[in-house]
């Protein structure tokens, strides 16, 4: 079984950044895939970047590449979600997820975090 609870949240004007942090409690953190997803009012949950276990390999999604990066240390059992550049579009519920495999498939996450919310002004 695998706790994830994000936090870094906020509300930022457009242009700024912000990082948001998933932690994670139970065994065998480094064992486990990490992405990002977020959520906007009425649209569907949307796959932002996945992490290997190991943290070598990494996959963005085509609206964040370049402005979003996604990191993890496995010593604090921690996942990272760097934001740059933000726009009023990326406003939305950001979720955290763990499985067994890196995927941009949300379907194969077993694991889920309760949310954070990110708000950008413009």
């Known amino acids: 079984q695998v706790q994830l609870v994000e936090s870094g949240g906020g509300l930022v004007q457009a242009g700024g950044s912000l990082r948001l942090s998933c932690a994670a409690s139970?065994?065998?953190?480094?064992?486990?895939?990490m992405g990002w997803f977020r959520q906007a009012p009425e649209k569907e949950r949307e796959f932002l970047a996945a992490?290997?276990?190991?943290?070598?390999?990494?996959y963005y999604a085509d609206s964040v590449k370049g402005r979003f990066t996604i990191s993890r240390d496995n010593t604090k059992n921690t996942v990272y979600l760097q934001m740059n550049s933000l726009k009023p579009e990326d406003t939305a519920v950001y979720y955290c997820?763990?499985?067994?495999?890196?995927?941009?498939?949300?379907?194969?996450?077993?694991?889920w975090g309760q949310g954070t919310q990110v708000t950008v002004s413009s």
């Open positions: 992490i290997s276990g190991s943290g070598y390999r990494t």
């Open positions: 139970g065994r065998s953190f480094s064992s486990y895939a």
């Open positions: 997820a763990a499985g067994l495999r890196i995927t941009l498939d949300d379907e194969s996450y077993d694991y």
